[in-house]
């Protein structure tokens, strides 16, 4: 699965901690080495997770944030999360083949028809077709949002119990001192950690 792979393959310095998940190598870079910094940091995403697909993680993250909130970011969590990762990019992939080929087919016969036997109605027919594979990608964009969200809450609660509720409230605090400190002021707080490097968009390239 692909996430962010043009930050991935941008991120050439050396790495501050490296871990192995099985296969998986998740290696953490400082942001602040980097040309992200204004644009990440600057609008309050911390830590973003990238991929090219091979079995390597990159995560860039901003130092002291990471410093903050560290039991997050150990072994046993990460590797909940990257459990979550790769569910949301098997289930992007299973619903857009889903979508994708009966689509495809469905367009291909229509238009395949209309220039055999209503050729004088193609641009309509094709107008229509257009419209069908809007609608299509609309549901299929909400039912994956779904899915994936459901499984993100999976991941959250599972992080909860890992890592114990008292421990947990104390990493938010933790961030939303990071937030404040970082910002110089005190009257917008991100709600939870896992938030940082969650966000609800195309899975296949989500900047976070």
């Known amino acids: 699965m692909k996430l962010n792979p043009k930050v991935f393959k941008s991120l050439k310095n050396e790495p501050f901690?490296?871990?192995?998940?099985?296969d998986t190598k998740v290696a953490f870079y400082d942001m602040s080495e980097t040309m992200y910094l204004t644009?990440?940091?600057g609008r309050g995403k911390f830590a973003i997770w990238t991929s090219d697909g091979s079995n390597e993680y990159r995560v860039l993250i901003e130092k002291s944030y990471y410093e903050a909130l560290k039991p997050f970011y150990e072994l046993e969590i990460n590797t909940i999360w990257l459990g979550f990762l790769i569910k949301a990019g098997e289930i992007s992939k299973k619903i857009n083949y889903f979508f994708m080929i009966p689509t495809i087919a469905l367009y291909l016969i229509v238009a395949t028809l209309s220039a055999?036997?209503?050729?004088n109605y193609m641009i309509q027919v094709l107008l229509g077709l257009l419209a069908i594979v809007f609608i299509s990608n609309m549901f299929q964009t909400r039912i994956t949002s779904k899915r994936v969200k459901e499984e993100n809450i999976k991941a959250q609660e599972d992080i909860r119990t890992t890592i114990g509720l008292e421990e947990f409230d104390e990493l938010v605090k933790a961030q939303e001192t990071h937030y404040q400190n970082y910002f110089?002021?005190?009257d917008k707080q991100p709600e939870?950690?896992?938030?940082?490097?969650?966000e609800e968009e195309n899975?296949?390239?989500k900047e976070k």
């Open 17 to 22: 901690e490296v871990q192995f998940i099985g």
């Open 39 to 41: 644009q990440y940091a």
């Open 116 to 119: 055999l036997y209503l050729p």
């Open 184 to 186: 110089n002021f005190d």
């Open 192 to 198: 939870q950690p896992q938030e940082e490097i969650v």
């Open 203 to 205: 899975i296949e390239d």
